[in-house]
């Protein structure tokens, strides 16, 4: 069956439905008929409506739900910074702290747990590009949480669009618009301004983050493919309505906003958790990448790895994204005299690579591991590391299927992604050596037709570039 067998078993209901118009209500009566914003909501409720697009943007392009809710996200006190001398997920604004831009490929060690933080302290940025106050480019984090949060408390982030990928651990995510379940092997987004609390049913929790600050995740075109390929719009998961009744005045919860990378805290003496009904296209939603339906080649050669594409926010240029979240899930391999692994590559793309489970197998030398990452940037070489192609130049082609229990992902962006103080340092899980391990074993296999490795008389000879213009080499 193409779904995952989970250690946890679920424990909510949803709704099914890619970018899928919803509505549900928790208690019977409470959607309005026709009109979303009435004089008197029913049972005695407030309307707010929630924007994740401007209200005049194109209507394939257009998000936004309607909430009918016991009090009104406004009903709180003034922010107020919080922990500004050490919280900043935008380092560009702190002048002791950068994005450090280089084009050496990186490697990172598994990062470790963390069983002191609850989600809001666990998040780190590894790298990223652009600024989420201009509404441009993404944050790439590793999160670390060993505790929940408050259960009078709420988080959220202005900044971007959470794609979370837990790679250790369970997530159970309760927003405003209902409760999800997010087990390693499922991802989950979390849009921009969505209230959210976050506990740990089985312990500590380790995984990747990509924040979009510019855009919506949506599905890939399928082209030639046809209707039915890759991730299933009926296979994303959408929450159902339910809340919490606590509004007696007599309780203090804290509300934490992300904003321009800076936490900041306000106080409301209510539950941000009492939307009673919702209806709208802008909501969180989970995926089982287990149900992802591989697409390949079934003649020769090694497809572009945007064929395995789970989710894309778009850029301003057609075919060209801000971020794609590509996974390398189980497949069968089958090409004829093929190089079946991903082959040798430079692109104007950066990619960055975690593993969720397994082997990657690309990179079967043993320095690519669960909870580690790579980032190949812009125009830095990559490819299988030496092991693997020796071993992939000299296998049986036979149909053989690779990454049995295995999940790789990439989130590959088109800006250059620049790396933070803790990524390089402050983590202590850079590896050195990545090169050296990787690609500098490779062996030059270049030979010329009729000559021996010496170039025929026993002497080596270097090759100079004018030599294959003149033919001064000898192969004349």
């Known amino acids: 069956m193409p779904v995952t067998a989970f250690d946890v078993p679920e424990k909510y209901a949803y709704q099914n439905g890619f970018n899928t118009y919803h509505e549900t209500e928790a208690v019977s009566g409470t959607l309005p008929i026709g009109a979303n914003n009435p ?15 401007a209200f005049t943007a194109p209507r394939n392009e257009n998000q936004q739900t309607w909430l009918y809710r016991i009090l009104p996200a406004s ?35 598994p990062f470790d747990l963390d069983e002191s933080v609850n989600w809001v302290h666990s998040l780190h940025l590894l790298a990223g590009a652009g600024d989420p106050t201009m509404k441009s480019g993404l944050g790439i984090y590793i999160f670390a ?60 929790a380790r995984g990747y983050i990509c924040e ?28 159902i309505a339910s809340f919490d009744e606590d509004h007696s005045g007599s309780t203090t919860y804290t509300l934490l906003s992300k904003f321009a990378g800076h936490l900041f805290a306000a106080t409301q003496t209510h539950t941000p958790f009492d939307v009673v009904a919702w209806h709208g296209n802008y909501y969180p939603y989970k995926y089982d990448l287990g149900r992802f339906n591989t697409m390949g080649s079934i003649s020769y050669d090694h497809p572009d790895p945007s064929i395995f594409t789970v989710l894309t926010a778009p850029s301003d240029h057609a075919g060209t994204a801000v971020a794609d979240f ?71 082609l036979k149909p053989v299927k690779v990454g049995e229990g295995s999940m790789a992902f990439m989130f590959e962006s088109c800006f250059m992604v620049g790396v933070t103080d803790w990524g390089l340092k402050t983590c202590k899980k850079l590896q050195e050596g990545y090169n050296a391990e990787s690609w500098e074993p490779l062996k030059a296999r270049f030979r010329r037709p009729g000559a021996d490795v010496n170039g025929g008389n026993g002497v080596k000879k270097d090759i100079k570039a004018d030599d294959y213009l003149t033919g001064a080499s000898g192969d004349q």
């Open 212 to 239: 979009l600050y510019q855009g919506h995740f949506q599905l890939p075109e399928l082209g030639p493919m046809g209707s039915n390929a890759l991730a299933n719009s009926r296979d994303f998961q959408a929450p």
């Open 326 to 396: 590509v996974i390398f899930p189980p497949r069968w391999l089958v090409a004829e005299d093929t190089f079946r692994p991903p082959w040798y590559h430079r692109n104007t793309m950066s990619e960055f690579m975690g593993l969720i489970g397994g082997q990657y197998d690309a990179k079967t030398g043993g320095g690519f591991q669960p909870g580690g990452a790579s980032l190949h940037n812009v125009m830095s070489g990559h490819g299988p590391d030496a092991v693997t192609h020796e071993k992939a130049s000299e296998a049986e």
């Open 39 to 53: 004089q008197k909501a029913p049972l005695g409720l407030y309307n707010e409506k929630l924007s994740g697009t």
């Open 145 to 204: 949480v060993g505790k929940d949060m408050d259960p009078h408390e709420a988080f959220y982030s202005a900044d971007g669009d959470f794609l979370i990928v837990p790679q250790h651990g369970v997530l159970d995510i309760h927003t405003e618009l209902g409760h999800l379940l997010v087990r390693p092997n499922e991802v989950c987004v979390i849009p921009r301004g969505i209230r959210y609390r976050v506990k740990l049913p089985s312990g500590p």
């Open 75 to 109: 009903a709180h006190s003034d922010f107020s910074p919080r922990e500004s001398a050490t919280y900043n997920t935008n380092p560009e604004n702190k002048p002791h702290e950068r994005i450090h831009q280089i084009p050496n490929q990186l490697r990172w060690d």
